[in-house]
């Protein structure tokens, strides 16, 4: 099951269980990332904001000098929000980071542009005196996902997408495209179903990652009682439940750890059947009806994102 692939509208095959990188400290991640490539996982996710790019790419280095071929790992990078109006010469900085000639995808990590002069307590997430993020509102997602585009002649990447994109954004977006983006990638997880977005996406080609499938750091789903419902039945831990819960809808997954067990642990997904499934989406209605449908990850730039749950 893990070495199950999805099809991209680009005719390329994603891998439907990633590495996540994003919180994997220094010193631990080019570790975590050479061992999950030694015992067989082929699609690494980073990030330029995941300021460990270069430790992800000294990871790909030892595992292509163990003889794992580049052409056989996928890689995503993302476009951080700084870099808006600067979009070839961040995917040069990460490519450099990662040592890499091209990326197998290029995310907009987010529609909005922050000011890459923005005077700030942090260069990835500038503020203004107020406390406020420093947006740059008048930088539309649109103007960004043109230079998104020119990359493809480039050769440095092969194929392009976005993250963090609700249906709004993506009606804005998709008359406006030469391009249709090959991936959404989504917080995703059966606390957060996103099924207006799966389904938008899957009507118009676009593949969806789920993010943050486990519930990210300290996260309480192991322990939900659906989840555990579902593993005691299958007899597998709550951990595979929650990823093979995306390879049921079609998505890809992304699990992140720096912990050798865990990562080779994370690689035992199962196919749900319909009753496993049906516990969980019965699980994501009674949450969604009672209004207590949980987002984890959220950065605060005050903007509304137009996901389903309004925040
Ligand atoms: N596009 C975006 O905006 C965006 C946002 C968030 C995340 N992402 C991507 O998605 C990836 C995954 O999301 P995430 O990092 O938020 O969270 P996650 O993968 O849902 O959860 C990671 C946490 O779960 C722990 N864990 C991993 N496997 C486990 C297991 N089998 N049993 C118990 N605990 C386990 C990890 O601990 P240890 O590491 O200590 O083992 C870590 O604390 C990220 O790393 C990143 O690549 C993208």
């Known amino acids: 099951m893990a070495d199950t692939r999805f099809k991209l509208n680009t005719g390329a095959e994603i891998p439907a269980l990633g590495l996540g990188t994003w919180q994997s400290a220094p010193g631990e991640v080019k570790k975590a990332v050479s061992y999950a490539l030694s015992i067989g996982y082929r699609h690494i996710d980073a990030a330029y904001c ?11 280095k030892e595992a292509f000098k163990s003889g794992i071929k580049r052409e056989d790992v996928f890689v995503t990078t993302k476009l951080w929000c700084t870099y808006h109006s600067r979009v070839e010469q961040a995917l040069d900085t990460s490519l450099k980071s990662l040592g890499l000639d091209y990326v197998d995808l290029y995310l907009v990590h987010w529609p909005i542009a922050m000011n890459p002069n923005g005077k700030s307590c942090s260069y990835l997430f500038p503020k203004l005196p107020d406390g406020s993020r420093d947006l740059v509102r008048e930088h539309s997602h649109i103007q ?12 440095k990447v092969k194929a392009i997408g976005v993250a963090n994109y609700s249906v709004r954004y993506l009606e804005e977006l998709l008359p406006q495209a030469t391009v249709v983006p090959a991936v959404n990638q989504i917080e995703n997880h059966p606390s957060l179903p996103q099924q207006e977005i799966v389904d938008f996406c899957k009507s118009k080609g676009i593949h969806i990652t789920a993010y943050s499938p486990l519930g990210s750091t300290g996260s309480p789903m192991f322990k939900a009682e659906p989840v555990v419902e579902v593993a005691k039945r299958r007899n597998v831990t709550p951990a595979s439940v929650l990823l093979s819960y995306h390879i049921a809808r079609g998505s890809s997954v992304l ?11 994370n690689m035992d997904l199962i196919i749900l ?5 049906k516990v969980l989406t019965d699980y994501s209605k009674d949450l969604e009806k009672s209004g207590k ?3 984890y990850v959220y950065p605060e730039f005050g903007v509304d994102f137009g996901f389903p749950d309004k925040s």
Do not use: H
């Not at 960004?144 to 050769?155: I, R, V």
């Not at 699990?255 to 642990?265: L, Q, W, Y």
């Open 293 to 295: 449908l949980v987002r």
């Open 144 to 155: 960004t996902w043109k230079s998104m585009e020119k990359l493809l002649a480039t050769g």
């Open 273 to 277: 059947d319909k009753s496993d499934m």
């Open 255 to 265: 699990a992140k750890s720096v912990t050798p067990e865990r990562i080779k642990a």
């Open 50 to 60: 995941y300021a460990n790019e270069d430790e992800v790419g000294e990871g790909l």
